[in-house]
């Protein structure tokens, strides 16, 4: 490889873990024009963060030009580090089904550790993507991936983790390992990991129902970021912001019930509603209220094999939902008190549960 070439892609890599965007999709934009003529391995080591450029500056379209000249080359070559480039550009375009054959192929056959970590990574977010997700296999592919060479897909591993540990409950314990990860890695290292972290971090106190501090930490991040304009900093703060606002516009909820009768009494406002052990959808209901957060995966219990395709699975998603809703209507709760995620759905006001008669 041309040293200048390698060169100009350290100064590109340097400038996207800057915040210099523009400049390092120029240097990039130069390299991956070769791709029609000349395909290097390194194209497959810098397409991950290519593809992230062009995402956060809008210039997705440009995509299918390099997926078409790409496959034209895999046609020929058929090797791994051309097959994780094809399924990145599948990933990012949400065609999963096209994705998953190219990292499977190079987690069987790469002899790349770097390659395999992020194939395995890419896998994990196809997963969660999924209807249902598929976090069993989430979990499966984190727990038997090695710690990456690289500490930048290292640290990203342990966001994965953090992500997975808050999904699990495990609340306290993904703080603590999102605090740690923090106070080592600053926006100035490296902006996208500290604000991936920042963002599930976010959650975690959302899901801990500390609203102070998930709007402290988006008042940092906007302040980080405020002046930019990249498009997962955009998303992903409104996303926030917006659960925030269904949170504060419903007062709490209590929850109370009578073990040895089978019941528990929902109450808001001045209405309420008995929830029975006997009936499916207030069962249903109940965990909801409990959890806070009901798994697509849960969601589809009991469905029968033979109905296993997205459109029957999300006709019965939402069949369930639909009764939920139906019952929390009598307390004068709208539908978007439960709202839709990757990985299920999250009831989004303050459930207060008060102690068992």
């Known amino acids: 490889m041309n040293p200048s070439i390698i060169q100009s892609l350290h100064k590109a890599e340097e400038a996207f873990y800057s915040q210099r965007l523009v400049e390092a999709y120029n240097l990039l934009r130069r390299f991956y024009d070769r791709i029609p003529f000349s395909v290097d391995e390194l194209h497959a080591k810098y397409m991950?963060?290519?593809?992230?450029?062009?995402?956060?500056?809008g210039k997705e379209k440009q995509l299918q030009f390099y997926l078409g000249e790409l496959e034209k080359?895999?046609?020929?070559?058929?090797?791994?580090?051309?097959?994780?480039?094809i399924g990145v550009i599948h990933l990012v375009k949400k065609e999963l089904k096209k994705a998953y054959p190219f990292f499977d192929q190079v987690i069987r056959h790469s002899d790349s550790p770097d390659l395999v970590a992020k194939s395995r990574m890419s896998l994990m977010s196809l997963y969660c993507q999924e209807v249902p997700s598929n976090f069993v296999a989430c979990r499966s592919l984190l727990d038997s991936m090695p710690?990456?060479?690289s500490q930048k897909l290292a640290d990203l591993q342990k966001i994965w983790h953090a992500n997975i540990?808050?999904?699990?409950?495990?609340?306290?314990?993904?703080?603590?390992?999102l605090d740690l990860l923090l106070s080592r890695v600053s926006r100035h290292q490296d902006w996208y990991t500290h604000f991936s972290a920042q963002i599930i971090l976010a959650w975690v106190y959302f899901n801990q129902n500390d609203q102070v501090a998930v709007r402290t930490l988006?008042?940092?991040?906007?302040?980080q970021f405020g002046i930019l304009s990249f498009k997962s900093v955009?998303?992903?703060?409104?996303?926030?912001?917006?659960?925030l606002l269904n949170k504060k516009e419903f007062g709490p909820i209590?929850?109370?019930?009578e073990a040895f009768k089978g019941e528990t009494r929902v109450a808001y406002q001045e209405k309420s509603l008995t929830l029975k052990s006997t009936s499916v959808t207030d069962k249903l209901l109940l965990q909801i209220l409990r959890d806070g957060f009901v798994s697509r995966k849960k969601l589809l219990d009991g469905l029968s094999s033979d109905r296993q395709d997205p459109r029957q699975m999300n006709q019965a998603i939402h069949s369930k939902l639909s009764m939920v809703r139906k019952r929390l209507r009598i307390l004068g709760l709208p539908s978007h008190v439960i709202v839709a995620e990757e990985e299920g759905y999250r009831f989004v006001p303050e459930v207060i549960k008060e102690s068992t008669q």
Do not use: H
């Open 73 to 85: 080359k895999y046609a020929l070559l058929k090797n791994c580090d051309l097959a994780y480039q």
């Open 147 to 149: 710690v990456p060479e």
């Open 218 to 223: 988006l008042t940092q991040i906007k302040a």
């Open 234 to 243: 955009i998303v992903r703060v409104d996303e926030l912001e917006n659960a």
């Open 254 to 257: 209590s929850l109370s019930g």
């Open 48 to 57: 991950g963060m290519f593809v992230r450029v062009l995402l956060e500056l």
């Open 165 to 177: 540990l808050r999904y699990e409950g495990k609340l306290e314990e993904a703080e603590n390992e």
